[in-house]
């Protein structure tokens, strides 16, 4: 009995060390741990921070813009999606940014943003994005955040491996994740083994416009192509591809497709091909696909049909394409700063291979092939090998770089991000994300020159992150440094839609250039109002044009008498204000679409049929001054029938 | 005289400085503009200090009832000015040469100074009375009225020099570039004044 009361009574005191050490311990740790990260995070009011993050939005169709290290987010740029918010996709003129060859298309699912470079370094000038479901991509002005251009991707479907840009933004690449039958036809799907091809495309992208076209593209065999990133430095020049379905299954790809030891990465030396087609070489198919694009002098998009691409079949140009063999269905495939280093992040695989650049030209210079696919040479594993992480984690799917030697690596089954040492191979720290992550970004972290002191993972899964917002939550994104040896958390913020992948650029490149008003004197819409002399109705049959103009705090005219029920009014309406952040809005009551945000300087057109008899208001939506709410007017509707004229006055 | 002719010679050349850069400058700072719109007064007319500041202040101050900044052809100052500049400067310079050889008086400087300082004296005065007739002279139907306690309309006028709050604007007045050339180069006709007065009784 005495035993046991000492051995209670030790119990007990054990329990008591355990209870009142331990907190003590965490809390210490803890407190000392988030003071020093909210300072780290910390952008004092009315302070900038010092990056941009551009986030895709995934299913919103969209890219957002982020500040770190604060994360807040700044703007929502509509590219893929309208946005009623603004009046895009909406508007007349921006309308035609949306057409593509199956008409009209209201919504994309944009995944990859990759910002323009110069000599391998981010140059800040355009950020591009690929457009998933309906294969796009669209190139955004980072002077003006607006989607400029967007340029259809024929003979592909599913544009994941997009959209990446060469050391110089020669090109924008996107690669197909579906292979199709090129062209397309009916026939059955059982037959996709060895009739489907999977289409690379190369963009040309016009070193002054930024204006995209399409150069070629690779008919490749059918498999999935997933990813891709260029060469730089030394690999400049070449193109990697990772693949998955090798196996060419048409169905249950979850087994079907998982069943080969090794996919491969393809490597497209895309400067022979290049000069292939300089010479003439490939061939002009029939294609039907849209190129819009957005000019800033109009502002107004136009779009146009293409009806012929160049394509090329790898046989045709001997010594342009290899296969490197990459184990079990590699996702992301990343390219290091300096050019040597190919990861394939081979999701289902235990260890993270990584592939040399030099290895693979010795092997292709000694001929030392392992038979070939479709006629394209496979590598042997072993002489293309650099190195593998030996079981950093589970699921492997993205790395970038830090500019100092080291990688990162996200894990989506372990939920966590690896820092790996480049070359030795050896892991130095890791992290837990919350949860689920996907792609992590380091500011030109997939660059020659990455800014390597933050790091943030972009998360599949939030459940508990935040305050719960029923079963419909956005995705989380954790912040990290990374200047340091041991990776530190120090933010967690919500993302908006599903984003997929970011670009982040130091904010002092391009902040400088953001555009505060468009000049009247440059605007050359062909129905803008400059002035009170300026400003009419003009009848048209039924269509009705007014030429409007609005400035603080009224619209010219504001009363209008003649429109009939069963006339199509098109507002063209152009913002006299030529003052940073003076936006006025443009609503009218009964409008089937938008409100219109126009922008100092800038002329937009909303489009109205009205329907019924009466004198219906519009107004201005954004708080423009002291009166913004007597910014407003009144358009009188009559019968179809009636005679009345067209007459229109302000401040009578 | 070489020294109080060349000292004379280059401070009034040095108001040739204010056909290329502002005399006076005038800063409208509020919440809603944290960087501030604002004015350069020349003597060829008025500028905005950004491209669009004129027409920026001329929207904010229809809201008060003031008038529009005016353009160079609504002010006969800004076509006068330029040429009462021009005469002195010429005046400044001969005066100056004809003492470096030595054929006038030291005297003639002061008398340049005390003629420019006149001029000058003038020309504040009457930029101050443009002033208030810019800040009181308001439109009898302006959209905002805004009273004194003792019930007159609130003025509007910028100080002519220093800082003043205006409704939710911080103003600053201040000489410009071009002001300060012209005080720094009439302050060297003084300085040659002196100068010459020690040279001439050396000579003489």
């Known amino acids: ?652 | 005289m070489k020294k109080a002719g060349v000292l004379m010679m280059l401070g009034s050349l040095l108001l040739l400085g204010l056909y290329s850069f502002p005399l006076w400058n005038i800063m409208l700072g509020a919440p809603q503009y944290p960087e501030p719109l604002g004015m350069n007064i020349h003597i060829t007319g008025i500028q905005g200090v950004s491209e669009f500041d004129i027409q920026n202040i001329d929207g904010l101050n229809h809201y008060i009832g003031m008038k529009t900044i005016p353009k160079p052809e609504e002010m006969w100052e800004f076509q006068t000015f330029p040429k009462v500049i021009g005469g002195m400067v010429a005046l400044g310079f001969i005066i100056g040469f004809l003492g470096f050889i030595g054929r006038i008086s030291y005297k003639w400087f002061l008398f340049w100074f005390i003629f420019m300082s006149v001029l000058g004296l003038l020309g504040m005065y009457d930029f101050n009375e443009w002033l208030l007739d810019y800040g009181s002279n308001l439109d009898p139907h302006a959209i905002i009225k805004v009273t004194n306690p003792d019930g007159t309309p609130m003025s509007y006028k910028p100080p002519l020099i220093g800082f003043k709050k205006l409704l939710n604007f911080d103003v600053t007045s201040l000489p410009h570039t071009g002001g300060y050339m012209m005080f720094v180069g009439m302050s060297m006709t003084i300085i040659a004044f002196f100068v010459g007065k020690k040279e001439w009784k050396a000579i003489h």
């Open chain 1, 1 to 652: 009995m005495k035993k046991l009361s000492y051995s209670i009574i030790a119990l007990l005191g054990f329990a008591m060390v355990l209870t009142s050490c331990n907190p003590k311990g965490d809390n210490s740790a803890n407190g000392a741990l988030s003071s020093s990260a909210a300072e780290k995070v910390y952008v004092a009011p009315g302070e900038h921070d010092s990056h941009y993050a551009f986030i895709s939005g995934g299913y919103s169709g969209n890219l957002t813009v982020y500040g770190l290290p604060s994360g807040r987010m700044f703007k929502e740029i509509p590219v893929f999606s309208q946005f009623p918010t603004n009046g895009y996709g909406y508007s007349e003129e921006t309308k035609p940014m949306l057409e593509t060859s199956y008409g009209f298309i209201p919504w994309d699912d944009s995944h990859h943003p990759d910002i323009s470079q110069t000599k391998g370094e981010l140059d800040g000038r355009w950020i591009f994005i690929n457009g998933n479901n309906t294969p796009r991509i669209a190139r955004v002005s980072l002077t003006t955040f607006e989607t400029e251009e967007i340029i259809e991707v024929p003979n592909s479907a599913g544009n994941h491996s997009s959209s990446f840009i060469t050391e110089n933004t020669e090109y924008v690449v996107a690669g197909t994740r579906f292979s199709v039958p090129i062209p397309q036809k009916d026939m059955s799907i059982k037959d996709y083994k060895g009739n489907f091809k999977g289409a690379l495309s190369f963009i040309s992208v016009d070193p002054e416009h930024g204006h995209m076209d399409i150069k070629f593209q690779v008919l490749m065999p059918g498999f999935n192509y997933d990813l891709s990133h260029p060469g730089r430095g030394k690999s400049h020049g070449w193109f990697f591809f990772t693949t998955y379905n090798t196996e060419e299954a048409n169905s249950l790809l979850e087994v079907n497709a998982s069943q080969n030891d090794k996919d491969f990465i393809a490597a497209i030396n895309w400067k022979k091909i290049e000069e292939y087609v300089n010479n003439g070489g490939g061939t002009m198919m029939p294609a039907d696909y849209a190129h819009n694009v957005y000019d800033e002098g109009t502002h107004t998009a136009t779009s146009t049909m293409k009806k012929e691409v160049r394509v090329v079949n790898p046989s045709e140009v001997p010594g342009a394409v290899y296969l490197l063999p990459t184990p079990k269905s590699p996702h992301g495939c990343d390219v290091d700063p300096s050019g040597e280093y190919i990861v394939g992040n081979g999701k289902l695989s235990a260890n993270l291979t990584v592939h040399s650049f030099t290895k693979m030209i010795d092997a292709i210079e000694n001929k030392k092939f392992d038979g070939d696919a479709y006629g394209i040479p496979i590598l042997n594993f072993e002489d293309v090998l650099a190195g593998s992480v030996e079981q950093p984690g589970l699921g492997p799917l993205h790395t970038e770089f830090d500019g100092k030697g080291n990688a990162y690596t996200t894990f989506f089954i372990s939920s966590e991000v690896v820092k790996w040492k480049l070359g030795t191979w050896e892991v130095i720290d890791r992290k837990p994300t919350y949860y689920s992550v996907g792609h992590l970004t380091i500011p030109g972290g997939n660059s020659a020159k990455p800014f390597g002191k933050y790091m943030f993972a972009m998360n599949k899964i939030t459940k508990d992150r935040y305050l719960p917002t029923g079963p419909e939550m956005e995705h989380s994104a954790q912040l990290y440094d990374i200047s340091g040896d041991k990776m530190e958390l120090l933010l967690d913020f919500p993302t908006h839609g599903e984003p997929h992948y970011a670009a982040a650029i130091p904010a002092e490149i391009i902040k400088k250039n953001s555009k505060k008003i468009y000049k009247l004197a440059e605007n050359e819409h062909p129905k803008k109002a400059l002035s009170d002399a300026d400003t009419k109705v003009v009848r048209d049959g039924k269509n009705v044009h007014i030429y409007m103009s609005m400035i603080r705090s009224h619209f010219s005219p504001d009363n209008i008498e003649g429109v009939k029920v069963g006339d199509k009014v098109f507002f063209h309406i152009t913002n006299l204000e030529q003052d940073f952040d003076v936006p006025h809005g443009f609503a009218m009551i009964g409008a089937n679409n938008a409100e219109l945000l126009i922008t100092p300087g800038q002329t937009r057109t909303l489009t109205w049929e009205p329907k019924k008899v009466g004198v219906w208001p519009f107004y201005c939506t954004d708080f423009c001054s002291a009166l913004h709410q007597e910014m407003q007017g009144y358009i009188r509707v009559s019968p179809a029938s009636s005679n009345l004229e067209l007459s229109w006055s302000l401040g009578e």
